[in-house]
């Protein structure tokens, strides 16, 4: 009996490193996600931000062209 036991003792460790071993995969995954899910929220709400600011030193730059072509001074 104790013979038969060993393979299946063995069987059960390694089972159990298998299970250990894919939730330390599992936990890692869920970390590069929250990470990566951050660093898309960060990324996109700093292009938003630069993109309202172009778009103010567009309009500006709009005005004043046609300020020059009017003949206006700018002061």
């Not at 660093?39 to 500006?60: H, I, P, Q």
Request: net charge negative.
């Amino acid at each position: 009996m104790a013979g038969q036991e060993d393979p299946v003792q063995r069987e059960i460790h390694q089972d159990w490193a298998n299970r250990e071993y894919i939730e330390v995969i599992t936990s890692s995954i869920k970390k590069i996600a929250d990470f990566l899910n951050s660093f898309d929220m960060s990324c996109r709400s700093r292009l938003a931000t630069l993109n309202e600011k172009l778009t103010a030193l567009e309009r500006r730059i709009e005005y004043i062209e046609a300020r020059i072509t009017k003949g206006e001074t700018l002061t």
